[in-house]
């Protein structure tokens, strides 16, 4: 069964130019392979299979207004949109609307926007319908209105102003009613009359262009006219295929070529040198004979969009003069415009090319990242499933295989596809999954169980291997050509087929098991085979497999358990996919294997990526990404960039005779073509676009800003104008005279504020960096002087200096005086004083060390006896004993009888046991109702259980408060240095556990662990 596409129909430059024309959308019958049908023309659908992705802008409801009618770039890189409903400006962050307020002449004169043309000076000319044509100063936020002249007034011929022409000093203006030129020197208006018969009525202007001779052009509503300035006339070109027609836009290119763009009639080009017009032709898919010319854009040296209302956007090929392709609407898609009804289409600086409709939508797409196209194979009716093998023939040929093999070639700008019926017939509806052609011109089928194919060119079954002729695999992933004319074959296993040996079967290692993940016959005839983590090789002239590494992690702690993707380059370098990371592999003359991380990779991954290839830059490029390893850098493709990649393309891969790269997979077919490939920066720079002092924003100047003392908070808000994405982008800034070093802000922050700077002048600078890449932007920067207050100043100081040595001779004489007479007055103050604070200090220490109730001493004198104790231990080699212990029932007794009970109490145990110890040991209060005793220089153990009965003999007794008989009991625990603790924390905590275990057990009562 074959397609064919006449020439005629489909304008085809190649799969890989950006834009094609209208292509064929494949529509095949299901068949057998017993009674193949050709499909008829009547079936075929017209499909442009090249369009570029186009994304929508401010879709979320952020862009404000309504049908666009101009769009254009300001030379701060702005975007700005002319509509129905106003002027919108878009700053790659935020859209920012100007509407006319007829109570606010500070307004632009009318919202009704037909046209707008930006300067060289951050300003833009603003035509409008019916309320004339407003220049806004954008820097300087001043508007400036010019309208149709009155008896006493001058002015422009008319208030409906359909489009601008900035020619140097001069602004023509085309109105309603005639051409009006506006010297920008003195701003004053002149205008130009037509010069026709007299049958003829004037119309209006709706464009204007400039040739390369400086020859103005107006398109009318009556026809196309220049200006003969020399006389001060406007005649009328009289050429008659495009005299009476409405001109409604022009463009001139090149070439003496000016782009006529009709109302209903079409698109042509007039000769400047010979008034002779040719006219477009219509194309099947387009026709031009009734087109409305909406506007024109110049996306490179070839191409031109045309916008047209109804007819989407025609993409003209200007050097051959015909149409050569068109973006259209998809009703079942989201890849095309959201509407045929284009109202304007404008390039910007990056490649971006913006679409206005006659809606409220903005759309853009970029043609920095036309080289790379994706095909969905399955919507031609081809392939029900993914696309799993791909081979070029000797013929240029490409083949595509899966449950068929289909030929797709390109040919004198006509594609055709042919399906095969003898290899679908021959597979049996089995799968292919590799194939190749061998030198001989023969063409090898892998298939997914039936074993190998073999056809000749021709496509004639030779040989079917498979089990039935001991064939020994069934499953072929891998068919590559050998050197020596032969045939690689890698399934479960490894085979080569040699011209004149036959089959080449290869033994195994030992205790292995083979399944072939990637494969590849290097330069000097080595063939390499990946099989999971594992790696082989068969030397040249050698009939041997041998494993040379057994588990690649092994070997780099980065590697994972699988190899995939082997490649080389032209300096017979090896690389290989693992674990999400590229790798190379070095060889040495005494045949040991290095594996290395690729310098590039040491930072970064790719991510979900099976295959890669090496093209003839020795470039490498996966189905995500471009990675180029002389620059060590990588450009990833997005959505955004204009492409929709999406995932799946985990088939087969390709480098073609002409150098296009090739993936297949489950999305189809991915087509790459290096040499259109561009890299530029996604901005040359940052801007600044605003500048606040305590928030209130300034007007940005050239000069050096002077900020006044008072300000005490300095705000830049930064932009880096990517269009693309503007999320991606992190700023980064210093400030000289604070620091040399780059900081970089929170990510997705771009304001910058600096507080209570001090005095000096600051150079301030700023640069983005794209986090997909790593590019950085150019910097920009801003000079400002902070101001220094009056007092901060050189001549305050100054006068403050020499104020205060006056001060100090004239009060040196008093002082000498004064010091002799407050000198004794002084001494006499002083032994006051110092005696005073002595007794202060005493009384002082005694609060800090000492408890106020008891006047025993408190924790901290307790802990620093505690630690003189423990010294003196150590130096005469005896014990210190730390007694704890803290009162039965206190709080029952300080609940029931009052405070004043307690605090009787507590007065009462202090004075009853201090009477019990020596001189030299220690009772503390250390808080509450728990007491602390210290007793050192302690030789036997029976002392300290002979004190401890006696403190609880002594309590046995009770003691008498205001007629009530009380009786007092404690627990005590005891701890032994240095048995118990070497330090003093140590012992006191151990006392304090053991003092906790008599409670336990009864209370009133003393444990000493055992020593």
Known sequence: MQIKFDASVVYFKGLFEPFVGRMVYFCILMMSCFTPALVSSAELTLYDVSEPFVVNVGEDGSYPNGFITSIIQDSNRDIWFGTYEGLVRYDSHDFTSYKHDPQDNKTISGNLITHITPDNDGGIWISSYSTGLTYFNINKQILTQYTEQTETQPGLASNIVMATLLDGDTLWVGTAKGLNLIDLKDNSIKFFDYHLDKDAKKGGVTSLAKDAEGKIWLGTTKGLYFVDQANSIIVPVLTPSIKGKSVYRLLYSDQNKLWLGTQKHGIAYLDTHTQQVTWLKSSKSQDMDTAWVMGFTVVNDTEMWVATFGGGIVVVDQQKNEIKGHLTHHKKGKKGLVSNDVSTVFMSEDKQVWIGHWGKYVQKTNLQVTFVRTFDIASFGLFDETVNAITELNNGTLLLGNDQLIAVTIENNALAANSIPSVEHALNQDIITTLSQDSHGNIWVGTRQSGLLQFDEQFALINHFNDKNDFPHQVIRFLIPSSDGGMWIGSNGLSKWDPKQGFIHFNIPANNRLQSESMLEATDGTLWLASFGQLYR?????????????????????????????????????????????????????????????????????????????????????????????????????????????????????????????????????????????????????????????????????????????????????????????????????????????????????????????????????????????????????????????????????????????????????????????????????????????????????????????????????????????????????????????????KLINDTYGHNTGDFILQSVADRVTKLIRETDTLCRIGGDEFLLILSGIERRELIEQLCERILNEFTQSVDWEGHQLMIRMSIGVAVYPIHGENGKALIHRADTVMYQVKKTGKFNYKIDDF
């Open 538 to 890: 068969v030397l040249p002239q050698s009939n041997k497999l041998e494993l040379v590494i057994k588990n690649v992690s092994d070997i780099h702690p980065l590697a994972g358990n699988l190899i995939s993707s082997l490649v080389e380059d032209k300096q017979q370098n090896l690389y290989f996919l693992s674990n999400n990371r590229l790798f190379s592999l070095l060889t040495s003359n005494s045949n040991a294997i290095k594996v290395e991380l690729a310098p590039l990779y040491a930072d970064f991954s790719i991510d979900g990526v099976r295959n890669l290839v090496i093209d003839a830059a020795q470039n490498i490029w996966t189905d995500k990404e471009f990675i180029d390893l002389a620059a060590k850098s990588k450009t990833k493709f997005y959505r955004r960039d204009g492409i929709d990649i999406g995932t799946g393309w985990n088939g087969g891969k390709l480098v073609s005779h002409n150098a296009n790269i090739f993936f297949v997979g489950s999305r189809g077919l991915m087509v790459i073509e290096p040499k259109l490939a561009v890299t530029a920066p996604i901005s040359s720079k940052v801007y600044i676009t605003n500048l606040a002092l305590d928030g209130n924003s300034q007007r940005l100047s050239n000069a050096e800003v002077m900020i006044k003392p008072e300000t005490s908070e300095i705000t830049f808000e930064l932009n880096a104008k990517n269009f693309n994405d503007s999320s991606v982008m992190q700023y980064q800034y210093r400030l000289n005279g604070m620091s040399d070093e780059w900081i970089p802000i929170s990510f997705k922050q771009r304001y910058i504020t600096f507080r209570d700077l001090p005095p000096r002048e600051y150079l301030f600078s700023a640069r983005a960096k794209n986090i997909d890449n790593g590019a950085i932007s150019l910097e920009t920067s801003y000079a400002f002087k902070v101001l220094p207050h009056w007092f901060e100043t050189v001549w305050f100081r100054g006068c403050a200096v020499l104020a205060c040595l006056g001060l100090i001779f004239f009060g040196h004489a008093l002082r000498v005086n004064l010091v002799k007479k407050q000198n004794a007055e002084l001494e006499l103050l002083v032994q006051e004083r110092t005696k005073e604070l002595e007794q202060k200090n005493a009384h002082i220490e005694e609060l800090a060390n000492h408890d106020p109730l008891t006047s025993l001493p408190n924790l901290r004198l307790a802990t620093d006896r505690l630690s003189e104790a423990l010294k003196r231990s150590k130096r005469d080699n005896n014990m210190t004993a730390v007694i704890y212990f803290d009162l039965d029932g206190f």
